[in-house]
């Protein structure tokens, strides 16, 4: 089978465990969402066997987006938090994105809903810790030296 035939597969599972019908669209793409409100997005562009996750962490907001952006940056030094994904900024939606490239050519499903579920874990954890900088950076003020930590989060 295919790379794209088993993420089928596996979506249909997915699927019927929750009630519902999964698969990938035409544009060998599918959109998953929690109750929470946090989604996963699979790609599985050619016949490469990679399949790409991305999740959307949050919204850049305009007030302190340096700090989110340096934050965001920090996060991916030596991959320990995001866990091998990426925090990237997507201009096109002003919204922080963890994305992961994942070869699943010889993985079964067990490896392709521990993919999901440890995305959407890392996403929702970087979305918290990095919602808690709202708390530390007051509007309106000026920021801080570069070499000074006030409020920022550290890996």
Known sequence: M?????????LG???KDAGAT???????????ASEDGYQVGIYVPDISGKVYFTSEIMELPQENCEAYLLNSLA???FQQVTQGAAVSYDPSSNYLILSSTQD???????????????????????????RELEHHMPTG???SEPNESSGMIRA
């Open 104 to 130: 699943m050519q010889s993985k079964d499903y067990e490896a392709f809903e521990a993919t999901l579920n440890n995305l959407a874990g890392i996403a929702t954890e970087i979305r918290e810790n990095l």
């Open 141 to 143: 003020t000026p920021q």
């Open 13 to 15: 599972l997915l699927g």
């Open 2 to 10: 295919s790379v794209t035939e088993n993420i089928n597969e596996w």
């Open 22 to 32: 999964f698969r990938l669209d035409e544009n060998d793409q599918c959109v998953l």
């Open 75 to 77: 996060l991916n030094l």
